[in-house]
């Protein structure tokens, strides 16, 4: 079965840099999309910056111009540099895949991977790591 197992959180000074691993195992389909969410306290969560297995980006606003997602070669590791970190962007930091059943077509499934990134798309989450920018 899917799993993700995030990496690289910690504690940084505004401005400095960080860059989260999301490390995929027992994923066959070379078509997902995988997100990056964060959720801090008090607030709902959201989602941060996407990628397909194709390579096409979504970054959210908030982010745009400071993180960048990428993936290795063989897909099963996705990133995220986060430079330039504020302390809004502190947040308990999620990867997640999306579900491979709930799509009719595949340009379908990368335009919600990449257009308004709908967390209930996602059936597959890691438990998280935490980023605390002071």
């Known amino acids: 079965h899917v799993q993700l197992v995030e990496s690289g959180g910690g504690s940084v000074q505004t401005g400095e840099s960080l860059t989260l691993s999301c490390v995929i195992s027992?994923?066959?389909?070379?078509?997902?999309?995988v997100a990056w969410f964060r959720q801090a306290p008090g607030k709902e969560r959201e989602a941060v910056a996407s990628?397909?297995?194709?390579?096409?980006?979504f970054s959210a606003p908030a982010v745009k111009g400071r993180f960048t997602i990428s993936q290795a070669n063989d897909k099963d590791t996705v990133y995220l540099q986060m430079n330039n970190l504020l302390p809004e962007d502190s947040a308990m930091y999620y990867c997640?895949?999306?579900?491979?059943?709930?799509?009719?077509?595949?340009?379908?499934?990368?335009?919600?991977?990449?257009?308004?990134?709908?967390?209930?798309?996602?059936?597959?989450w890691g438990q998280g790591t935490q980023v605390t920018v002071s």
């Open positions: 997640a895949r999306d579900r491979g059943d709930i799509w009719n077509t595949g340009a379908g499934r990368i335009r919600a991977c990449i257009r308004g990134v709908d967390e209930a798309n996602f059936g597959f």
């Open positions: 027992g994923n066959s389909d070379s078509s997902r999309c």
């Open positions: 990628i397909t297995g194709g390579g096409s980006t």
